[in-house]
Structures are given as structure tokens and as C-alpha cells.
């Protein structure tokens, strides 16, 4: 119920945050947002490096200076920054899209984030990853991410739907429906298939990268098909062996009810 009535409150307030100042400025969010890549991936090495050669850490400072200009009401200014900005990481993040602190996107290419899409503190998302809209109508019609959410390669979350707190988007999964905190979602659509509790945890704010551990829950139910029919094989084949030996035992039957005829009926 509690995230029911979180979910109804988030799309209900749709652009509101969007409008919203930041209280952290500029620098600050940017800052933080290079110091996370050291904790997420475990190729960098240095700050130096990663300001030079992460896509992910450029897409999000030319989106911090776009979203600014977009909040001021210079719209065409910060649309022609966020073009510029694909152009050059291949990142396309429109200035419109509410994203929290420490945001890393790592690899980066293809990813998309719509206009009215938000996104809480500490969201990591793969390459190939698309924040897409369901929906012609103007108003709220992208997901919001929750705090600590980890998206995969490639995964599609469309429409205005929610995204819990601390959820794993499985690679290539399409995700339609709200999910709750603390869930992993995997498949097409996204179905719901390990709580919070199962996963493995990592300290220092690491992440646990151990995606080849994720459940199939079609391959348990394919598992779960072969032996029901093993089975209903064994329970066939025992049951015609009891009918092929039903034949041998019926001349005895015959026999004994012939011996408790009548004399007379006999000679009839």
C-alpha cells in the first residue's frame, strides 16, 4: 500500500520537481558526479582521467548546465547544448529530465533519457539504456528511478511508470510496469524475480556486477515442465504394465465361475 501511494504521489507531482531548483549548484553535483565513477567501475584509475575520457561523466556535465538553463526558461539555449552534447558523446539526455546527485552512466552509448524522466541519487545505467515515453500527450510520460537503481545494457523502462528504491534492471529486459523497492526485473516485459534479500551485498558503496547470476524464470519453468512430464511418463508406463497383465488372469476368472454353475445348467 505505502508504495501505492508512493507511486500515485510521483506521477501525480510529474513536473513539479522539474521546475524546481537544485540546492546543490553546478560544481558541487559535478563534482560528485566524477568522484562515484571510482566506486562503479573499476577501470578508473584517477580523476584526471576520468574528466577526460568517460562519455557517461561528459553527457552529465553538459546535461547539469543544460537542465540550469532550462529551469531559467531559456529553452532553445539548453535544447541546442543537449544536442550538442549527443553529438559529441553519443548520449542524448533532454535538458527537461530531473537527474539526482552521483549519476553515473557508464559506457554511455545509446543512451536515452526523455524529457519528463526523473531520476533519484546514486542511479547507475549501462549503454543501450532508453527512459522513453508511452505517449503523445504532453504532461508526465517517462519512468522515475528511485534512489540506487542499477539498469543493464540495453534494458528499455517505458511510460510513466516507478521504479523502486535499490531495484536491478536486467540487460535487455523492456520494464512497463511500476516495481517495487528493492526488486530485480528481468525479461520481455520485465518480470519481477529476486527481492532485495537474495542478492549479494558489497561494501564501500560497490556494485555488484555479478550480472551472469541473474534467476531465469523461464528457464525454472521450462525445468519445471520436463519434470512434470517425467513424471506422468513413469506413472503411463506403470499403468499400461498393469493392463497388459490384467489379460493373463482372466481365464482363471472365467474357470472359477463356470465350476459354481448347477449340474443342469451344465448339460443345457
Known sequence: ?????????????????ADSPRRKGVPAMVRA?????????????????????????HAIIWHRISHRLW??????????????SRLLTNIDIHPGAVIGERFFIDHGAGVVIGETAEIGNDVTLYHGVTLGGTSWSPGKRHPTLMDGVLVGASAKILGPIVVGAGCRVGANSVVVDDVPPGMTVIGIPGKIVRPVEERRRLGHGRIDLDHHLMPDPVGDAVSALID?????????AHLQAQINRRPEASPNVQTTHHSHQPQGAQHE
Open 1 to 17: 500500500m505505502s508504495f501505492v501511494m508512493l507511486t500515485s504521489a510521483h506521477k501525480s507531482r510529474g513536473r513539479q520537481e
Open 33 to 57: 558526479d566524477i568522484a562515484c565513477v571510482k566506486a562503479r567501475d573499476p577501470a578508473a584509475r584517477f580523476t584526471f582521467e576520468i574528466l577526460l575520457t568517460y562519455p557517461g561523466v
Open 71 to 84: 529551469q531559467m526558461g531559456l529553452r532553445f539555449p539548453a535544447r541546442f547544448l543537449s544536442w550538442l
Open 228 to 236: 512434470r512430464l517425467d513424471f506422468l511418463e513413469v506413472r503411463l
